[in-house]
């Protein structure tokens, strides 16, 4: 991935972490004569596991803007950015990329083509606060597996659908929020940019599924489309014999040795052979 973190970042929280990653977690709460201290987090993830191994090098560059990173209101000398990496346990299928790419200004009609081996599909957008003007008209995914289209009221459909276990934030002017309280209560999905839309998450309930062949219409309102205001982002990945073999070799190597401290029967083991 290379790319600003205003499209890195919600792409990746859209399904999870939005309200951490744009309204942050309070330390300490603002009050009179009191410092507010808020953290914004954001998870960027690849995509899959990656196995560094064998002279395998693996460089992250993050490269932070000499002004305007923090607002003017932000007391400089307690502000800072810590970046860190992430282990994983897992098994490298092959070698995963996230790539954008820009919706041009006034489109009434783009075509995208995200390829093989395409794991999830995002269509962002960051200028709209409502529903009341749309950009989407229709859209439809064509593939070797999976084929999907919809108008603007089916797209919305199918992102909500994609909620897994997201909690409904909701928030207004008051702590804690009664439901009755009319103050800009807002809910998970119709947040921070609510006409930024997941199209395809891979993860199904057989585990993550890729598509091939993949191929992105979308009719626009033309006049809704402002100028790198859209975007459509995907994940994919590319992949070798060699890889794979060596990943399953290493999950069979694992379950074999797994096996080896598992009790050979439950009687007088009831708290053992965990695997």
């Avoid at 939005?18 to 603002?30: Q, R």
């Avoid at 390829?115 to 009341?132: A, I, M, P, R």
């Avoid at 909701?170 to 119709?190: C, E, H, K, Q, W």
């Avoid at 994940?235 to 040795?257: D, G, P, Q, V, W």
Wanted: net charge neutral; with cysteine.
């Amino acid at each position: 991935m290379n790319d600003n973190l205003q499209i890195l970042g919600l792409f990746n929280t859209v399904m999870k972490g939005e309200y951490e990653f744009y309204n942050g977690m309070d330390y300490i709460f603002p009050a009179v004569g009191t410092k507010n201290i808020r953290q914004h987090m954001v998870f960027l993830y690849f995509g899959m596991p990656l196995r560094i191994n064998l002279g395998d090098v693996l460089i992250t560059e993050v490269t932070i803007p000499t002004s305007g990173t923090f607002s003017s209101d932000c007391d400089l000398s307690l502000c800072n950015i810590e970046f860190t990496a992430n282990p994983s346990i897992g098994y490298e299928r092959g070698i995963p990329s996230t790539v954008s790419e820009v919706v041009q200004e006034n489109s009434t009609k783009q075509t995208f083509n995200p390829g093989n081996l395409v794991t999830d599909l995002c269509l962002l957008n960051f200028d709209k606060n409502d529903f009341t003007t749309q950009v989407v008209q229709t859209l439809n995914v064509s593939s070797d597996r999976w084929n999907w289209n919809g108008n603007f009221n089916q797209v919305y459909l199918n992102h909500t659908l994609q909620y897994g276990f997201v909690p409904n934030y909701r928030y207004g002017s008051v702590l804690p929020i009664a439901a009755s309280d009319p103050t800009g209560r807002v809910f998970r999905g119709n947040d921070q940019y609510p006409q930024t839309f997941y199209l395809f998450g891979g993860k199904t309930a057989m585990g993550r599924q890729e598509i091939n062949k993949c191929r992105v219409d979308i009719s626009f309102n033309g006049t809704q489309v402002a100028a790198s205001q859209n975007y459509l982002v995907f994940r994919r990945f590319i992949t070798s014999k060699n890889i794979i073999r060596t990943s399953e070799l290493r999950a069979y190597k694992h379950a074999e040795e797994n096996l080896k401290d598992v009790p050979q029967s439950l009687s007088g083991n009831m708290n053992t052979g965990a695997i």
